[in-house]
């Protein structure tokens, strides 16, 4: 079993930058493919971005150049740099673990998930 745990959410304006944090349990946290999910309000739950193991990265189009997905697996943690920041990225923001197969972009295929952190961009 996996927990994951996210933090660094909050109330910021349109430009500003956050850094959103993710720790996980578990013994084998290097070995998984983790991702970063969010979900506005009436919306379904989107991709953000993922990082593989050896860290390949991979972005949602909304978010390439502005958000940079890492990890150090010496802290279990993975990591979002969320730069230039606009309105249209309030959300909740999961961390989502273990990939299980099909589209890395689909949170439905990730085992792990968090409970999330909120991220609200003010105009």
């Known amino acids: 079993q996996v927990q994951l745990v996210e933090s660094g959410g909050g109330l910021v304006q349109t430009g500003d930058s956050l850094l959103l944090s993710c720790a996980a349990s578990?013994?084998?946290?290097?070995?998984?493919?983790m991702a970063w999910f969010r979900q506005a309000p009436g919306k379904e739950r989107e991709f953000v971005a993922s990082?593989?193991?050896?860290?390949?990265?991979d972005y949602a189009d909304s978010v390439k150049g502005r958000f940079t997905i890492s990890r150090d697996n010496a802290k279990n943690t993975v990591y979002l740099q969320m730069n230039s920041l606009k309105p249209e990225d309030t959300a909740v923001y999961f961390c989502?673990?273990?990939?299980?197969?099909?589209?890395?972009?689909?949170?439905?295929?990730?085992?792990?998930w968090g409970q999330g952190t909120q991220v609200t961009v003010s105009s």
């Open positions: 989502q673990a273990d990939w299980k197969g099909g589209s890395r972009r689909s949170p439905n295929n990730y085992r792990y």
């Open positions: 578990g013994r084998t946290f290097s070995g998984y493919i």
């Open positions: 990082i593989s193991a050896n860290g390949y990265t």
